[in-house]
């Protein structure tokens, strides 16, 4: 796409498999970094009450 990313990822998703991730990185040739956030279900990474939250707001200042 052009443009830095950053996929983070919980390994307990079950809702999105994991491995969608993995794979979308691969194929992005170096454009996407994976942040593997281990043991996180789908919505830790948007709740600011759980732990994974930090993980997203670091890699959107990484962004900036």
């Known amino acids: 796409l052009g443009v830095p990313q950053i ?3 919980g390994t307990a998703d079950e809702d999105v498999p994991y ?3 993995v794979r979308y990185v691969d194929a992005a040739r170096g454009e996407a ?3 593997k956030l ?3 279900g ?3 990474p948007i709740d600011p009450q759980a ?3 930090q ?3 670091a890699a959107i200042r990484r962004l900036l």
Do not use: D, I, Q, R
Request: proline fraction near 0%; charged fraction near 25%.
């Open 42 to 44: 789908h919505f830790e």
């Open 51 to 53: 732990a994974a939250f």
């Open 33 to 35: 970094e994976l942040v």
């Open 19 to 21: 491995e969608m991730s």
């Open 55 to 57: 993980e997203t707001l």
């Open 38 to 40: 281990e043991g996180t």
């Open 7 to 9: 996929v983070l990822h």
